[in-house]
């Protein structure tokens, strides 16, 4: 059984940072996915970035690309979501999991999802 646990939310300054974690276990493949996404109130919940933990290759949506930087840490378990310059759209509740191989970003199945922490962005 896959489990994530995230961690990092909070609240901050526009223009501050924040740094999410989530550590995964129970994965057995040796290739699959790790993914953050976000989820605003009364949206849809849509993918920020994602990770291939086989070969560390990183992949941003536009909501991402120059502001938020996806990293793993193998020997830890642990995926991380850096948020630089944030703004008050940024504002979300944000959700990490994991999908199993596959050849697009696109063609990811997300089976496995934490709890998800709140990021508030706020003067």
Same mark, same amino acid.
């Given at each position: 059984? *896959?489990?994530?646990?995230?961690?990092? !939310?909070?609240?901050?300054? #526009? !223009? !501050?940072?924040?740094?999410?974690?989530?550590?995964i276990s129970g994965r057995t493949e040796s290739? =699959?996915?790790? @993914? $953050?996404? %976000?989820?605003? #109130? @009364? +949206?849809? /919940?849509?993918?920020?970035?994602a990770i291939s933990w086989s070969d560390n290759? #990183? $992949? &941003?949506?536009?909501?991402? %690309?120059? %502001?938020?930087?996806?990293? %793993?840490?193998?020997?830890?378990?642990?995926? &991380?979501?850096?948020?630089? /310059?944030? +703004? #008050?759209?940024?504002?979300?509740? =944000? &959700?990490c999991a994991s999908g199993g191989p596959s050849?697009?970003?696109?063609?990811?199945? $997300?089976?496995? $999802? @934490?709890?998800?922490?709140?990021?508030? *962005?706020?003067?």
């Amino acid at each position: 059984q *896959v489990q994530l646990v995230e961690s990092g !939310g909070g609240s901050v300054q #526009p !223009g !501050g940072s924040l740094s999410l974690s989530c550590v995964i276990s129970g994965r057995t493949e040796s290739s =699959y996915f790790m @993914g $953050w996404f %976000r989820q605003a #109130p @009364g +949206k849809e /919940r849509e993918l920020v970035a994602a990770i291939s933990w086989s070969d560390n290759s #990183p $992949w &941003y949506t536009d909501i991402a %690309r120059g %502001r938020f930087t996806i990293a %793993r840490d193998s020997a830890k378990n642990t995926v &991380y979501l850096q948020m630089n /310059r944030l +703004k #008050p759209t940024d504002t979300a509740v =944000y &959700y990490c999991a994991s999908g199993g191989p596959s050849n697009t970003i696109a063609n990811i199945v $997300w089976d496995s $999802w @934490g709890q998800g922490t709140q990021v508030t *962005v706020s003067s």
